[in-house]
């Protein structure tokens, strides 16, 4: 092991080297992938130096996810006590369902969650449980909310028409859980959102009274703290009065920028979120945790018992419930994602957390500053949102996008917003600084000059 670990320093430090040297990997086409890299598994092991030099050639190709020049997806960057904290989940090497195999680590978890439920003004019954990622995270809610509004679901499966909402631009994975659990995703309505891409109030209680009168039976309504592509806030008061008006079920998808919770300068925009019976959130993304991270909480944790709780005489051999995670969680066997976000928030406390998210905004605000102010750029976001998103020129967004990848320049990504196509910048690696951003731009536009679009 230690022969190993020796190796595992040699290789992050060539990593840390690359995204420093050649902050974009030169992508490998994939029809070129397997001529290009070693990655055939043979009869035959392979010897210490050519096994170390296949994997700094698989590390040089990877893409660099926390270099200054990744601005492609909701998360990036790489801060040091939450890989710290990941580096030891995998070498403890626990699985959190019971608290025979986990131990403290159990402690940790629902310490995690406990604080998270009170910050968000939940009550004293709420709990929560961590999952394999935010479109698992709605899955759970969806699942929940199905069970509360027709609890006989669990054991006779779905026999009415059942439906749910969520707005017309929000994450794709509604419609997959809703195919998931027997709903359908024709029984999804797609909401209408305004300008900035915030879902309608109006047009929610209108085609929930629709579906009433056609005889549906409405149970779930889905909304977004930080949209996929432009980063907007839904109104949480305004719809929580709908979801009270008709008795359903509010879950807020936070899984991009729900962490504003963090902040006391931003957390006005989830406000009302004390009157959703679900929340979820990924650190990996705003707290910039490794991968993957993710935290599902409700207001009444029986509603966790009532659909993810199974009785295993063979797992569950310690006496407190409460401490056997399994039963609350939609896995058996899981990794311990708890733990890097402890070692995170534990080293640089609530008020570090909240640093790390106003740092996004004000690198957001120094790049729309810039875009204003240069007349070759065209706008399209807006204040209190961490994804910029704008053109250049009359270029193409996605032929941009594709050119700054392919030649290693640049990774971004492009959007669309009813028709309009642009470059999507996503200011969320808090370990960039103003410069960082300016370069991005000084780097698009010497690259533009120099390419023949």
């Not at 070129?32 to 055939?40: K, P, S």
């Not at 910050?119 to 759970?140: C, K, L, Q, R, V």
């Not at 797992?315 to 609350?328: A, C, H, R, V």
Request: charge should be negative.
């Amino acid at each position: 092991m230690n022969k190993d670990l020796h190796l595992f320093n040699e290789l992050v430090e060539f990593l840390i080297s690359e995204e420093q040297n050649h902050p974009v990997a030169s992508p490998i086409n994939t029809n070129e992938l397997y001529q290009t890299l070693d990655l055939n598994l043979n009869d035959n092991p392979t010897i210490d130096d050519s096994f170390k030099n296949t994997l700094k050639a698989i590390i040089k190709s990877t893409p660099k996810t926390a270099s200054t020049s990744f601005f492609n997806q909701l998360f990036g960057g790489r801060i040091s006590k939450a890989t710290l904290g990941d580096l030891l989940a995998v070498m403890l090497n626990n699985s959190m369902y019971t608290y025979k195999v986990a131990g403290p680590q159990v402690g940790i978890e629902k310490t995690i969650l406990k604080k998270i439920c009170s910050m968000i003004g939940y009550p004293e019954t709420a709990d929560g449980t961590f999952a394999p990622g935010g479109s698992m995270s709605n899955h759970m809610a969806v699942l929940m909310a199905r069970d509360n509004y027709n609890p006989s679901v669990r054991n006779e499966g779905v026999s009415t028409k059942m439906t749910l909402y969520t707005s017309d631009v929000s994450h794709y994975s509604i419609a997959k859980n809703a195919s998931f659990i027997g709903v359908g995703r024709d029984q999804v309505r797609a909401i209408k959102t305004n300008e900035k891409g915030e879902m309608l109030a109006h047009d929610l209680d209108h085609q929930i009274i629709k579906d009433i009168e056609l005889g549906y039976q409405p149970f779930f309504v889905n909304a977004t703290a930080g949209t996929t592509v432009l980063g907007a806030f839904d109104n949480i008061e305004s719809i929580s009065n709908v979801c009270k008006k008709h008795n359903l079920w509010l879950h807020l998808d936070g899984a991009y920028c729900g962490s504003v919770i963090f902040s006391n300068e931003y957390k006005h925009l989830v406000k009302g979120i004390e009157h959703t019976n679900s929340f979820s959130v990924n650190a990996h993304k705003m707290l910039g945790t490794p991968l993957s991270c993710s935290i599902i909480v409700t207001r009444d944790k029986k509603h966790l018992y009532e659909s993810f709780s199974n009785e295993a005489e063979y797992l569950y051999q310690t006496s407190d419930d409460g401490f056997n995670l399994g039963k609350t969680s939609l896995q058996c066997g899981r990794r311990n994602d708890a733990l890097k976000l402890w070692t995170l928030w534990k080293s640089v406390g609530t008020t570090g957390l909240e640093s790390i998210v106003n740092h996004q905004f004000k690198l957001a605000e120094i790049a729309r500053h810039y875009i204003k102010n240069n007349p070759d750029y065209t706008l399209y976001s807006f204040d209190d949102s961490i994804s910029v998103c704008f053109n250049y020129k009359d270029i193409p967004a996605n032929t941009l996008c594709t050119a700054l990848y392919e030649n290693a320049q640049l990774m971004v990504g492009f959007g669309n917003f009813r028709g309009q196509e642009f470059v999507r910048m996503v200011t969320i690696n808090s370990s960039l600084q103003e410069d960082d951003i300016h370069n991005f731009f000084k780097t698009l536009e010497s690259f533009a000059i120099s390419t023949d679009f």
